[in-house]
Every structure is written in C-alpha cells, then in structure tokens.
C-alpha cells in the first residue's frame, strides 16, 4: 500500500500516517478558508478585496495600459482604445459622489444619489442640470383570461428587490438607501474584456438578424446570410401600442464567453434605418457581466442600433428605484424536470411620452425608471410604437450556444424555455393578449411554438434549442 498523499491535484509522498493526519488537517483549513459559490448564488466570485468609491477612482485615474497587459480575458484594441475607456469612465462618475457601495453577486453597487446619475447629471465641468425624475404612471393590468386550455402547472416568481439588514462579506449593508439608486459599478476590467469602447456599449445588439457583424444590412432581413451572427426564436405582432408586458421564465444556459444568450421583450417603432426600440429581459453574456449566470438587463436604440446602450451605461435610461438594479443576477433558475421561475416585466408609455419600465417578482409592480420622450427625438417612439416582440435570441460566430433551456420549444413543460401572460398596451391604453407570428431565423437550431388560445396563461411561446451548427 502505497503511503502518497493526493489532494486536490497535488501528490505528496511520505510513509508517516501522523505526518499525512497533520497535512490533510492543514489543508482542510485551507480549504475552509477559501471562498466558495453556493449553489444557488446568483452568479461570479467574492471579490478578494472591498474596494471603496473614493479608491476604485484613484486607481483608474492611474491606470496605464501595460497594467493590463497580462489580463488573459483583456481584447482591448490598442492603448488609444484603452485611453477612450479610462477617459469615458471617470466622465462617467464625474461629480457623483458615492456614500455607499456594496457587494452582491461579487461585483460592486454603488449607491448613487439620485439627481447625479448619468441621464440627469451633466458632471463637474458642465452646468448642473436642472432635470427632475418624472412623474410615475401606473403599470397595466393584464386582460382576463379565457376560458380554456389550462396551465400546464405553477411557477415561482423571483424577488430581485434588495432589502435593509442583509450584509455582505465586508459588513456593508446590501441596500441604497432613500434619495439614492444602485448602479453596478463600471470598470476597466470590464470594458477591456472588448475590443473597443462602442463594442462594449453596444455589444452584440445589431438589426433583427439583418445585420452582420461588420454592419452591412442584408437584403432580406427576415432570411440572414451565413455572416449573419444572431439567431431568434419568438414571436411578433406588428400593432399600435403604447408598450407590452410578459412572464419571463428564467434559465440559465450556456453559452460562450463572446457569444449571448437571452429572453426579452421588445417595444419598436418603425423598421430598418429609422427603428428605434426599448428592450427588457434575462441574458447570459459572459463578457458583458463577468458571469456564466443570466442578469437583468435593459437596451435601447433610437437608430436602428447604431446607437444606445445597456442598463445605466451611457445616458438615456432615469432610473428612481433604490431596491432593484439592473446587471444583477437572480437568486433561482428553473430546472429540467423540477421548478420553473420567472418574473414580470412591463414597457409602458405614459402620457407625456416617456417609457417607463416595470417589475413585478412575488409582490406589487415597481417602478424602476424611464427612457424619456427626448431621447426619441422626432422618431416613431416619441409617440408610440408600431410592433411587440416576445422571445430568445442567440449570438455567436460559427457555432452559437445554447438559447434559452437548451431545449426546443416541442419539449413544452418543464424543458423548454417559455414566456406566458404576453400582452401589449393599446394607443387608449388597455391591455390586449397579443397574437403573435411566429419567427425562426434558423429552425434547423432554435424553435418556438406560439401560443394564442388567451387561456389561463393568455398568450405565450415555447421556445429555444441546443445549439447552432
């Protein structure tokens, strides 16, 4: 019998059974000492340190390229790219003053008074705005269902809210307090894990699969070429409305580091150059959050992609929520065979023209914020929208990843990704089931099956698929 010792890769060899007691006993106080993941935490690592505001913009402003030379996750271009992201992030932060910040989900939330976040704060060097957050309007209620096709069986809603009393691993307490809202802080880390400063603002967000990944438009937007690099699997209706609201049934699928994988709702106005849309749902996207787990996410164009962003990251969303922020990860995922979670979302227009976002977990609808009507300009959402989409949509280069569940939509029940209670807001502001069409960019990888029977689970689809060849 051999006397070797082997733990966690490493042999040791020795013919004392006292001397291999005490090693295994060392190294299992190593190993309790090491940060592990739960098994049900939402997504990345704990930070090794608590970096405080005051700190993390210090150390930006000192950054130099070659102190990210040896990052093995770092792409960006050259040192002129590198000098465009350290520039636009502490323009960025300029003039917000940070009281507190936290860590959840093992990336840093800052606690940012509300009046000096991005859309409402011109920084130091302009003159200060004199914006206010904009009346709330109420959310919609969905149309009562039909009689008919029962639900297949019950779901779990997921609460994303943050609460008083929880803490972090620093003692930092895992909440923004009143008059303040919680932005995931937006580092060098971060945008490097791209190429450029535009990749990561508008990373992976073309056209309906009529773009390819150098822009160029396709003739047939409804049958990309092989360029094309994003797949869908949803369903759409092109109506007057004032927004729309779905269930979305949460995974967490995966997919590769370059690539994303989603479940959104979109609210357009107009096609090809003139589109403009606001966009809502879940996405896997490892380089975009520093994570293989799903986050909440927001995105929007007003010119037909060449524009916009996700979440808070460059201006245009107002967010007035202190308990939810967008970039977080969820508690739960659905399961194969087991529980199926999810939550709500809403777009809805108000009357004074400004797009305001809704979630609603295991409680009442919140308010998170609004994109405003300016922000449209003279495009077709400064006064409504013109179609609602439902569904997953998948990136990548010669081989996507997984789209939704990874199963196909014929899976049904408890394998297939879903999105149920799908409706949009009529131009007199009353809820409508939508009834959608059906749109398979590659039905050879993903597939959906709609739904419009308005039974108890109104409208809605089944939809995803393994991968894509």
């Not at 060392?26 to 505001?53: H, I, N």
């Not at 997953?392 to 010669?398: K, L, V």
């Amino acid at each position: 019998m051999r006397d070797d010792v082997q733990f966690s890769g490493f042999l040791f060899k020795g013919k004392s059974a006292l001397w291999r007691g005490h090693l295994l006993i060392l190294f299992a106080f190593v190993a309790l000492a090491m940060p592990r993941e739960s098994a049900d935490a939402a997504e990345g690592e704990t930070p090794k340190k608590f970096v405080p505001y005051p700190q993390f913009i210090s150390e930006t402003k000192d950054a130099k390229p070659q102190d990210f030379g040896a990052k093995s996750d770092g792409r960006v271009k050259d040192a002129a790219a590198f000098e465009e992201m350290r520039s636009y992030i502490l323009s960025y932060y300029d003039g917000i003053a940070v009281k507190h910040s936290f860590v959840e989900d093992g990336r840093t939330v800052d606690c940012v008074p509300i009046e000096q976040q991005p859309s409402l704060h011109s920084g130091k060097g302009g003159e200060k705005s004199e914006l206010r957050p904009a009346p709330i309007t109420r959310p919609i209620t969905p149309p009562k269902p039909e009689k008919g096709a029962a639900a297949p069986g019950s779901t779990r809603a997921i609460d994303l809210t943050l609460k008083k009393g929880k803490r972090d691993a620093f003692g930092n307490e895992l909440y923004c307090p009143k008059g303040t809202i919680p932005i995931r802080r937006m580092t060098l880390d971060d945008i490097m894990r791209f190429p450029t400063l535009r990749d990561f603002l508008r990373a992976g967000k073309w056209d309906d699969g009529s773009l390819d990944r150098e822009g160029r438009t396709h003739p047939n937007r409804n049958n990309p070429d092989d360029s094309s690099t994003h797949y869908y699997a949803r369903g759409y209706q092109f109506v007057d409305n004032f927004g729309g609201d779905g269930w979305l049934n949460v995974w967490s699928p995966t997919v590769a580091k370059d690539s994303m994988s989603l479940s959104q709702l979109w609210v357009v106005g107009s096609e090809g150059e003139g589109k403009q849309t606001v966009e809502a749902g879940w996405q896997v996207y490892p380089n975009k959050w520093g994570s293989d787990k799903a986050a909440l996410f927001i995105f929007y164009t007003t010119k037909n992609y060449s524009d916009g962003c996700y979440n808070l990251e460059c201006k245009g969303f107002v967010q007035i929520a202190n308990n939810v922020y967008l970039g977080k990860g969820f508690t739960h995922y659905s399961s194969s065979g087991d529980g199926q979670w999810g939550f709500n979302l809403q777009w809805k227009r108000h009357t004074d023209g400004n797009w305001w976002l809704f979630y609603k977990g295991n409680a009442n609808y919140i308010a998170v914020g609004y994109y405003p009507k300016s922000l449209f300009g003279t495009g077709t959402l400064a006064s409504k929208a013109t179609k609602i989409a439902f569904g997953g949509e998948d990136t990548g280069d010669a081989s996507a990843k997984q789209m939704g569940s990874g199963a196909l939509a014929a899976d049904g029940w408890q394998k297939a990704a879903f999105l149920n209670f799908a409706f949009y807001i009529d131009t007199s502001t009353v809820s409508q089931w939508a009834n959608l069409t059906k749109y398979e960019s590659d039905p050879d990888c993903y597939t959906a099956t709609i739904n419009n029977i308005y039974g108890s689970w109104g409208t809605y689809l089944y939809f995803g698929g393994p991968k894509c060849n």
